[in-house]
């Protein structure tokens, strides 16, 4: 069983630590998204239903070739302040994914633009698509990543998008959108 509220807790020190050390805590709103990592396809399936007991299964969708699940959750794992609303869990890329934490995602009081040119001193990997622009940073032992919009009105967005363009007859009653 994944031990969802110890690894946030440890994460979460850490990352809040990296937010102070960068400057950018002050510009953050909340931690909105917890995405985990597991080591194989047996492991994705097991821990997605581990994570039914923290939430609801609101998404899983197919993203570069590999599902990602996300759970909206109705246990809350605050920590020293701050209180996820999702878990993502996506399927691993190559098999050599350790289990854990891979980042945490913090919504900024910005534009993800007016976000980035305030804190142009820092390198930040692009991330994400054109609905929700992540910009990524990596610290020694902990990544964050950054956007504007909540993950749950990303997912809305894209399940729209997905109901505008499947022909009538055919709306899927959970659409499994593209992310």
């Known amino acids: 069983m994944i031990d969802l509220r110890g690894l946030y807790s440890r994460y979460l020190r850490s990352s809040a630590a990296l937010l102070e050390q960068l400057g950018v805590h002050k510009d953050v709103l909340h931690n909105d998204t917890v995405c985990l990592q597991v080591p194989s396809n047996d492991r994705y399936t097991q821990v997605k239903e581990e994570l039914a007991a923290w939430g609801e299964l609101i998404c899983e969708s197919e993203v570069n070739g590999r599902l990602i699940a996300v759970f909206e959750l109705r246990r809350s794992l605050e920590t020293d302040g701050w209180a996820p609303s999702f878990v993502e869990l996506p399927q691993p890329k190559t098999g050599t ?77 959970h659409p499994r959108p593209h992310r």
């Open 97 to 173: 994914e350790g289990e854990g934490i891979r980042h945490l995602q913090f919504v900024v009081r910005t534009g993800i633009q007016s976000f980035r040119r305030r804190h142009r001193h820092l390198d930040f990997d692009n991330r994400g698509n054109a609905r929700n622009r992540l910009l990524e940073f990596t610290g020694a032992s902990v990544v964050v990543r950054f956007h504007d919009k909540n993950m749950g009105a990303v997912i809305e967005l894209e399940q729209r998008d997905a109901e505008s363009h499947a022909p009538r007859s055919q709306h899927p009653r």
